[in-house]
């Protein structure tokens, strides 16, 4: 599927369990951005065309409540992926386990245009890698592209592997420290639904991957 404007994605179903909607556009410089619709959505990833690769907050004042440096909106920054063929870019990579596939959320529907993904079994991994491309290059294998205003674009590949053991001990383990008081502290966030976000690591290029995050609701909250 190629197209124009912004792409967005997610795993599952519209009206069952679902993963969080990961939306990516292009900019009219060749700028690449990423962000996931989160009961805030103040965090954005972007890979400028310039290099400068990094990680912001909309909010300044959302920085401090992680532990990073107030006074600041960059949370990370990294830079840019290595060419894997003349005219291809790796960028980030998006994981989503089974475990963030939940219930949809309280709040109405998404209104644009989703590609859904096939839901996962259990102990599988959706793996989501975006690849920057320039004008006239075309990604093999894509489920989805699209390109900015002088020709250069993003392109989406999709697999599925098995979770490994330390993975889900680590994945879990991360909803559980979020959980909480932390919850209350998400801003839009209700007492009714999941709370959803990312976490950012390191890939063995530098460049980073992004968890999908579901913080469950406490066990018997309604």
């Known amino acids: 599927m190629v197209r124009h404007g912004a792409l967005r994605f997610a795993v599952g179903t519209p009206d069952g369990p679902r993963s969080s909607t990961w939306r990516i556009w292009v900019g009219r410089d060749g700028s690449v951005f990423v962000s996931t619709r989160t009961p805030g959505g103040h965090v954005q990833v972007s890979l400028h065309a310039s290099g400068r690769w990094r990680i912001v907050f909309d909010d300044p004042a959302e920085p ?11 949370f990370d920054q990294f830079a840019p992926g290595p060419e894997i063929k003349p ?3 790796h960028g980030v990579m998006i994981v989503i386990p089974w475990l963030v596939v939940g219930p949809p959320s309280a709040r ?3 209104e644009e245009r989703i590609l859904w993904l096939p839901p996962l079994a259990e102990g599988q991994v959706a793996c989501v890698p975006l690849f920057l491309t320039a004008p006239n290059v075309i990604v093999d294998d894509a489920i989805a592209s699209t390109t900015g205003p002088r020709g250069s674009g993003v392109s989406l590949r999709y697999t599925t592997r098995v979770a490994r053991p330390e993975e889900v001990e680590d994945w879990t383990g991360i909803a559980a420290r979020r959980a909480g008081s932390d919850r209350g502290e998400v801003p839009g966030a209700t007492a ?6 990312f976490v950012v690591g390191e890939m063995p290029d530098g460049t980073r991957w992004l ?3 579901r913080i469950p609701l406490p066990s018997g909250a309604t």
């Open 211 to 213: 968890l999908d995050l």
């Open 87 to 89: 005219g291809i870019r």
């Open 192 to 197: 009714e639904e999941d709370t959803r976000g």
């Open 64 to 74: 401090p409540r992680i532990g990073a440096a107030a006074g600041t909106r960059l």
């Open 108 to 110: 109405p529907p998404e």
